[in-house]
């Protein structure tokens, strides 16, 4: 890969100390309606002393379906256990998680799409009527058994909403779709963290970060910590726009937060490919990178940019794009 070792979109970073995390809506920058909406459900549930319905966030990863799960768990004062959806390969560990479940708890499933069929059946029951069957045994002696679960909420998330079936879907009450972020947004986190990891900025030098930030948070934040590292190596006392600029040049990221990975896939197209269509296999081999992280992590901004299009046949640039040659 001839990305920066230092960034790559799809590293996770988040486990980095020293970094903040919001832990109310009053840090969760943005999302206004979302967050007017989803206070009303909790307060509402709370008057009834009801767990939350439960809820399904989808929309491109880095956007703060996670956060916002576990800012739903602090709301509603209630505990959250957190689990993958690749990871539940066995009823048994599911009916082992729910039955672990207190009163109202929040059960956060990642990744919900890719929960195996057999597994996601098990949620039918759970999340309609707090029960599962499990059949203990095997032919003539096999016995069903039926076990009690508390009431609790599951909240989904996923980047994928076609993928799931639709008797899942349709037992979720509440459905979210997440947006890409305003440059106005992505501002006040740049600011934010900043101000958490005790960082002085000038405004200028927190918008040039927003705005490369693919309108994404998690983006916004990595950038942040790159170019916090580069004005420290520099011993500067503030990150202004001239830090930025160098940082950025250092990343092999342009002022669009369009990065040499982007560059290389649309010139694969426009100019190996005569504009495409080519297949995301093809690009994928192409770039020596993973054909899933290029559709989930790099894609959605492109197509969103209007730099790319998706055909039945594959991937291709707009002719307009191509007759202007922009940012290729
Ligand atoms: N609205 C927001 N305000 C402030 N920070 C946010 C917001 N949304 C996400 N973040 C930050 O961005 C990062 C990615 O968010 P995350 O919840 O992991 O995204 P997702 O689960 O959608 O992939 C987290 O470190 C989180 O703190
Ligand atoms: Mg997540």
Same mark, same amino acid.
């Given at each position: ?104 708890? $929040? ?14 059946? $098990? ?15 095997? *032919? ?45 947004? /992505? ?7 900043? /101000? ?55 990343? *092999?990221?342009?002022?669009? *937060? /369009? ?42 901004? /492109? ?26």
């Amino acid at each position: 890969m001839e990305q920066s070792p230092f960034f790559s979109l799809s590293t996770p970073l988040e486990t980095v100390e020293f970094e903040f995390q919001p832990k109310s809506f009053s840090d969760y920058c943005g999302q206004k309606e979302l967050k007017e909406k989803l206070s009303i459900y909790v307060q509402a549930a709370k008057m009834r002393n009801e767990p939350l319905d439960h809820l399904l966030l989808f929309g491109p990863p880095g956007l703060g379906k996670t956060t916002l799960a576990t800012i739903m768990a602090q709301v509603m004062q209630v505990a959250i256990r957190v689990c993958s959806g690749p990871t539940l390969e066995r009823t048994g560990d599911l009916v082992a998680i729910l039955s672990s479940l207190g009163e109202r708890d $929040i059960l956060f499933i990642d990744e919900i799409h890719r929960v195996p069929a057999a597994v996601e059946e $098990i949620l039918y029951t759970a999340m309609e009527q707090f029960y599962v069957d499990v059949i203990i045994g095997q *032919g003539a002696g096999a016995k069903s058994i039926r076990i009690p679960l508390q009431p609790f909420t599951l909240i989904g998330a996923t980047t994928k909403a076609g993928m799931i079936s639709a008797p899942l879907r349709s037992r979720f009450g509440i459905t979210e779709r997440f947006d890409f972020y305003s440059t106005s947004d /992505l501002t006040d986190i740049v600011l934010q963290n900043a /101000l958490h990891t005790k960082v002085s900025i000038s405004s200028d030098a927190a918008c040039s970060i927003a705005r490369a930030a693919r309108g994404t948070p998690r983006v916004a934040k990595k950038l942040f910590r790159r170019v916090r590292d580069v004005a420290q190596v520099e011993n500067k006392d503030e990150i202004t726009s001239s830090v930025v600029t160098r940082a950025f040049s250092f990343l *092999g990221v342009d002022e669009n *937060g /369009l990065m040499k990975l982007d560059h290389r896939l649309l010139d694969i197209i426009a100019n190996h490919f005569g504009g495409g269509p080519v297949g995301i296999e093809t690009l994928a081999s192409m770039l020596g990178e993973d054909a899933q992280t290029l559709e989930d992590v790099y894609e959605p901004f /492109l197509l969103r940019q209007g730099l790319l299009e998706k055909t039945p046949r594959g991937r291709q640039i707009p002719r307009s794009v191509l007759a202007n040659q922009l940012h290729i």
